[in-house]
């Protein structure tokens, strides 16, 4: 907007703030106990939780730290979104810690038991809320949460707002934000593969993608004391029959940990003679059926 004097000479142009950010990303962020620390109780067969911390989900942090690279690169901004209880405001305290800009927590009893379907449709509705408010270029999720493991919110999101999906990311070559373009390398169980897609998307990151940096002082100061916006059922334009456990078409069963693994068994005589210890493991490993009887 340019705002004119009397005589008609031009004293400043306002831009909107949304024409002045180059990039908007908003990093969709789990909160995960540390799988490394949980425990199953051998009584009770079920997971022990008690003092076990909660972090950010690894891979998320890659795509936290992508993120923050596109705003020092192009002057952006990040957000942070994250669904879940009360304390995973602390989560999204740690992101604005690294430097990420706006912190929403979509927490609400009615979402409690969302399964992947449920968690990617609110995750939506609050996208689209924030799409609303201002343009959003890249929305990055990480590849899978090391609790749920199931990989699938990151393209339910994609597939609900229609937008390109590039998972298991490992690169990101070049964002011509000019252009409308990204350019990425995925990770394939055979090599990488290059692609390039129209902004906006959704990538989803693996470990790898980048070196995850270290919180400098002021931001850890901003991090821990930002408030954080918290979205419930109410703020958001939700179908009550999609969200939560009533509206999860899959529910967890049982929960149980895997059977203790058999113990080992050393195969005797290898120093003396090698050849016949080989065939001794093979004719074992043929026998499990590890490896085909050709
Ligand atoms: C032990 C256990 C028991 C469960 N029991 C039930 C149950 O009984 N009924 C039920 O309906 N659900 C249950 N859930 C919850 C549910 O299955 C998933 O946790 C949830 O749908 C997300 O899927 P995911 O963790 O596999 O995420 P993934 O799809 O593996 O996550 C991929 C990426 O998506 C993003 N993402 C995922 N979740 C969120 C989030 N909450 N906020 C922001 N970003 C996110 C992150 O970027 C993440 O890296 C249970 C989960 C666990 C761990």
Known sequence: MNIIDSNGKLITTICKIEEMISVHSVVCVKQVPDTSEVGIDPETNTIIREGVPSIINPYDLHGIEAALHLKDEFDGKVTILTMGPPQAEAAIKRALSFGADRGILLSDR?????????TSYII???????????????IFCGKQ??????????PGIAARLGWNQLTYVVGINEVNIDNNEVRISRKLESGKEIIKAELPALLTVVKGLNEIRYASLPDMIRGARAEIEVWGEGDLELDESKIGLSGS???VGRIFPPPE??????????????????????????????????
């Open 261 to 294: 693994r058999e113990g080992g068994e050393i195969i005797p005589g290898g120093k003396e003679d090698p050849k016949g210890a080989a065939r001794v493991l093979a004719e074992k490993l043929i026998g499990k059926e590890v490896i085909p009887n050709k």
């Open 110 to 118: 009615a979402f409690a038991g969302s399964d992947t379907l449920a």
């Open 124 to 138: 939506t509705q609050a996208l689209k809320r924030i799409i609303d408010e201002e343009r959003v270029d890249i």
């Open 249 to 251: 078409p899959t529910q």
């Open 145 to 154: 949460a090391i609790d749920g493991d199931t990989a699938q919110v990151g």
